[in-house]
């Protein structure tokens, strides 16, 4: 019966150059050569005069939905960030490093120099607790006598103290910018293994050939997937 009454429908409007079809606010399908415009945010199809569709109108978005679009396109766009940083990072890691041992010449290299740095700083520190040792030594002779230590003491006491506290932060700052280094030169280290062996595959794949020593190599795996 419905498809008899859209045939019926259709040869009324048989002189309309299009007919839209919709959904009333009861739910029936309806055909008219006019498009209401109550019914336009709740979609409808074009069809031409034999039925054909030409054009299908899908309901406007909520503002949810819009909301969820918007996070779904930010995040795709975050997504899309991080492989180009990841590639760039590949880039540079292949660019930089021909084996492994390029690698953690490069780690130890960068850690020696802030330990050189702590080294300076723990000295500094030695100094001061010397300098501050002197300054108390005196302050409690004057207390020891029954007079007020200077305000000159006072002060270079508060200023060592002061002193030794910034460098002791210092060397712990520096401590962990090399906990952040390992952390870091032990990805770069996973991932060159990774390029390195996606490297070997493709020149296999396309005959060549790799120069000796360069296709082989010891290396130590924290996990079992990073050997893989």
Do not use: W
């Amino acid at each position: 019966l419905l498809a008899f009454s859209l045939l019926l429908a259709l040869g009324t409007l048989a002189e309309a150059k299009s007919v839209y079809r919709y959904t009333d606010d009861k739910g029936t399908t309806v055909l008219n050569n006019v498009l209401p415009p109550e019914v336009v945010p709740r979609g409808y199809t074009v069809l031409n005069e034999q039925g054909q569709v030409l054009e299908i109108v899908p309901p406007a978005r909520t503002q949810e939905q819009l909301k969820a679009d918007k996070v779904a396109g930010e995040r795709a766009k975050a997504a899309e960030r991080a492989r180009q940083e990841a590639r760039k990072r590949d880039a540079m890691l292949l660019a930089s490093f021909t084996n492994m041992e390029d690698i953690t010449r490069a780690r130890d290299n960068q850690l020696a120099a802030i330990d050189v740095t702590i080294s300076v700083a723990e000295g500094n520190i030695a100094r001061l607790k010397g300098q501050l040792e002197s300054l108390q030594a005196r302050a409690a002779d004057f207390e020891r006598r029954g007079q007020g230590v200077p305000a000159p003491i006072t002060a270079d006491i508060a200023a060592s103290l002061r002193q030794i506290e910034e460098s002791e932060s210092f060397i712990g700052d520096k401590r962990g910018e090399q906990d952040v280094l390992r952390k870091r030169f032990e990805g770069d280290i996973v991932r060159f293994q990774e390029l390195h062996a996606a490297r070997l595959l493709r020149t296999r794949a396309v005959g060549g050939t790799q120069a000796p020593g360069q296709e082989h190599g010891v290396y130590a795996c924290s996990e079992r997937r990073h050997c893989d």
